[in-house]
């Protein structure tokens, strides 16, 4: 995993130049990252760019700073832990609700749903917790240098959101 | 940290693989005993795994790359934008002060805003000096006023007086206790404003009080009274009088600490003081 590797490697490049080809690099893994989190593909897009966006400013002011993937996973966390908790205020429901009988047509599609269903219901750090680690591929000492936390807070809320999920795919299933 | 958070922590670590063996040992003797840690690791390989099975059957291709370089340039244009702005808004500002300037148009705004020197010349030119104008009457319930000069600078005064007294001989104090011709300062045109004023405490009497306004006595002015003190009684008894006779000690400039005083008969008869004017 290319946790503490430095971006933008090549500091001679300009901003625009470096945010370019951190794009290519790690636009696909974080859109599914946060659609993941968000529920929502439209704001997944807003987050990711959002995200981008901003490391290109931080690069416009700061050329001689380094920009690793951890800190474009927590701005994108950041991002979608605020998103979740408007919507929570505002009281909506999750877009994937409205979806879920049209596009149920396979087994798999049927489990994509359960678990994105299973996963909503968890709350904001134990999400990110199992994201980070099970599903983006971190250790669970790199998703608490991500989430500002400890390892052992991590695998505390893995072991916890384990069991959430257990239940809510048994109930589902 | 209870026994279980710290068991939910090694549960952690087994499901993702990173406990060792001693750490799966010590998780495996708990959760034999504990129901509420045994299933914690059961069938959390099988949620593991269907996360893993959904991000690998992900097809979703998002491609934020356009977008993200849109509003990189979009930003850069609009700082291009608002720095040429700012710059020409400055330059155009500058010109424009620089017009105003070499047109003399700036010393014509600004004249108009200074008052015209009419208005006060007109005002100099109306106003007279009161100095020989009588002193405002006072109301008749109003108290009088007077000017209290502090007691210490009185005391300084009557000992510089004593001492001018010790230093020269009598003929000189005379000579300059002498009235100044009234005539001289008239022909300078100097009004003497000192003129009725007991300033070295010769009047005698006990009170240094100083009158400068005659007393009215049956509707003509008596001449006026420039040292009598307060406290002495009128020369004779008062004819009576229609008009209103103005209170006793009006417009009297009153000396204060003066009066504590030693009477200058009493302060005459030191011996020093005899000296002086012996010699």
């Not at chain 2, 026994?3 to 495996?28: C, M, T, Y």
């Not at chain 2, 700012?86 to 010393?107: E, Y």
């Not at chain 2, 600004?110 to 100095?131: D, K, Q, W, Y």
Request: charged share 25%; glycine share 8%; with cysteine.
């Amino acid at each position: 995993m290319d946790d503490v590797a430095v971006f933008g490697r090549d500091r001679t490049l300009d901003a625009a130049a470096r945010v370019e080809a951190l794009v290519s690099e790690h636009e696909v893994k974080l859109a599914r990252y946060v659609r993941r989190f968000v529920s929502d593909p439209d704001f997944a897009l807003d987050i990711v760019q959002d995200v981008f966006f901003a490391a290109y400013r931080m690069l416009r002011s700061d050329p001689a700073r380094p920009l690793t993937a951890s800190w474009l996973y927590k701005a994108a966390t950041n991002h979608a832990i605020t998103h979740l908790r408007k919507k929570k205020r505002r009281g909506e429901t999750l877009a994937l609700e409205d979806g879920a009988g049209a596009f149920r047509t396979d087994e798999a599609c049927a489990l994509q749903l359960d678990l994105q269903r299973a996963l909503a219901a968890l709350g904001g750090e134990q999400l990110a917790c199992v994201l980070l680690t099970t599903y983006a591929g971190y250790s669970s000492a790199e998703a608490a240098s991500i989430l500002g936390t400890s390892a052992d807070a991590v695998r505390q809320r893995v072991c916890r959101a384990m069991r959430s999920l257990r239940k809510t795919l048994g109930e589902t299933a | 940290m209870s026994p279980h958070d710290r068991f939910e922590v090694l549960a952690g670590a087994v499901i993702l693989g990173e406990a060792n063996d001693l750490e799966r040992a010590q998780f495996a003797a708990h959760a034999a005993s504990c129901s509420r840690c045994g299933p914690a690791g059961d069938d959390a390989d099988d949620v593991r795994a269907a996360v893993a099975r959904a991000r690998d059957a992900e097809t979703w291709r998002p491609a934020v790359g356009d977008s993200v370089a849109r509003r990189v340039r979009e930003s850069g244009n609009s700082r291009f934008r608002s720095t040429v702005g700012v710059l020409g808004a400055a330059v155009a500002l500058s010109l424009a002060l620089n017009a105003v300037f070499a047109s003399g148009l700036s010393s014509r705004l600004l004249g108009s805003f200074a008052p015209p020197p009419e208005t006060f010349g007109s005002g100099a030119s109306t106003m007279r000096i009161g100095l020989e104008s009588p002193a405002p009457r006072p109301a008749a319930n109003v108290p009088h006023a007077a000017v209290r000069v502090p007691s210490r600078l009185a005391q300084r005064g009557a000992g510089s007086r004593r001492a001018a007294a010790s230093r020269f001989p009598a003929a000189t104090l005379a000579a300059k206790r002498a009235p100044r011709p009234a005539a001289n300062d008239a022909a300078a045109g100097i009004p003497d404003v000192l003129a009725g004023l007991d300033l070295d405490g010769s009047g005698g009497g006990d009170s240094r009080d100083v009158a400068f306004r005659p007393r009215r006595i049956c509707g003509s002015a008596a001449p006026a009274e420039a040292s009598r003190s307060e406290t002495q009684p009128p020369p004779g008894p008062a004819e009576p009088c229609s008009a209103p006779t103005p209170a006793l000690g009006e417009g009297i400039v009153r000396a204060e600490g003066v009066g504590d005083r030693r009477p200058r008969s009493q302060e005459r008869d030191r011996p020093d003081e005899h000296d002086d004017d012996s010699r």
